[in-house]
């Protein structure tokens, strides 16, 4: 017995399969597109060699840096900015600011002497 109200209702469950199987679709070529793309941007595995590099890099770096807190060096000779230890630092600090006034205005004027421009030179092709 088919009444005009059955096969209506067969056809609005039917209706909705489409929709399901694009949604699912886009669902599956997102995710492949994902795992392609990991694929493509992952670094290369750390290696024997690789580990090694970076290990002396590592090494490198932090025994420039030691040197740079416990030694004293010039930062720029042409505007006169040193480098000092930190220990050596605190104690110039210390007795600087003994005077606060005279302090600020000493740190006042080596703020502008490292910060101030370098002279501009005329260029040789104008």
Sequence with gaps: MNTPGTNNN?????????TLLAVVGACLIFAL???ETKKYTQPPPVDEGRA???AKALSDLRAAEAE???TVGWVDQVKGVVRL?????MKL???EWQNPAQARSNLIAC????TA??????????
Excluded: H, M, N
């Design 68 to 70: 740079a807190l416990t």
């Design 33 to 35: 597109l994902v795992g």
């Design 85 to 89: 230890p930190i220990g050596e630092a």
């Design 117 to 126: 421009k370098a002279p501009e030179t005329p260029s040789p092709f104008e």
């Design 52 to 54: 090694a590099v970076r």
């Design 93 to 95: 600090v210390e007795r």
């Design 10 to 18: 067969y056809q609005s469950r039917l209706a909705g399969w489409p």
């Design 111 to 114: 703020v502008e002497k490292a």
